[in-house]
Structure formats: C-alpha cells, structure tokens
C-alpha cells in the first residue's frame, strides 16, 4: 500500500508563503505510472482539489483560486512533491493533504477526493489577516 504524508504547514500572515512537503512511503514501485494531488479542507467544509502533478512531472493543473500562486513540482527526490504557496490569503486556511491517482483517461478531470487514494497525515495551514 501506498501512503502519502504533508508536512510543512504552519501560521503565516497574508501575503506570505509556505513550502508543503508530500512524501510517499510504502510499495510505491508498484503503484505504476501516477498523478499526486493536493487537496486541502476547512472547517465545516469538504475536502476540495487544490491540484496535481504527474510522475514525470510534465504536467501541473490546479483550481482557478490557487493559479498564479501555488506551484507543484516534484523534488530530486522522487518520493517528495512540493506545494510553493505564495500570497497567502485567509481563504487558503485548512489542513492540507496529498493523494494518489494511478494516471489514466481523463485523470485531470477526475478532481473530487473519492477518485484519491493514499491518504495519510494533513498538515495545518493558518493564515492571518
């Protein structure tokens, strides 16, 4: 079994940035060719796509609110992705977390939590006004 953890978060003042780390463990190897996610969840709130990477790293998509000031890109180390936010707003409070989609048809579209597997720890995200 695959498991992905974030780590990472922490309290920063809008406008600010933070760097989220996902790192997988387990039986990666035979998880194939996959897309790792981003997603995060406020309170009271359903878990939403923030967005994903390929394997190879050749293709990003995010949500329209996050474009422009989160990037995803995959680390030296194959097993880490990392989520560079910038300018913060109090909107983007919640805990994040990471996932996993084995690559196939149509997976860009395939954004609702259910499609994802892999979950493991979140990490908190607070951002002040």
């Known amino acids: 079994q695959v498991q992905v953890d974030a780590s990472g978060g922490g309290l920063v003042q809008a406008g600010g940035s933070l760097r989220l780390s996902c790192a997988a463990s387990?039986?990666?190897?035979?998880?194939?060719?996959?897309?790792r996610g981003w997603f995060r969840q406020a309170p009271g709130k359903e878990r939403e796509f923030v967005g994903a990477i390929t394997r190879s790293g050749g293709r990003t998509v995010y949500r329209d609110s996050v474009k422009d000031r989160f990037t995803i890109s995959r680390d030296k180390d194959e097993n880490t992705v990392l989520l560079e936010m910038n300018n913060l707003k109090p909107e983007d409070t919640a805990v994040y977390y990471c996932?996993?989609?084995?690559?196939?048809?149509?997976?860009?579209?395939?954004?609702?939590?259910?499609?994802?597997?892999?979950w493991g720890q979140g990490t908190q995200v607070t951002v002040s006004s």
């Open positions: 387990g039986r990666t190897a035979g998880y194939g060719n996959y897309v």
């Open positions: 996932a996993i989609q084995a690559l196939g048809t149509n997976w860009d579209q395939r954004r609702a939590w259910k499609y994802w597997s892999g």
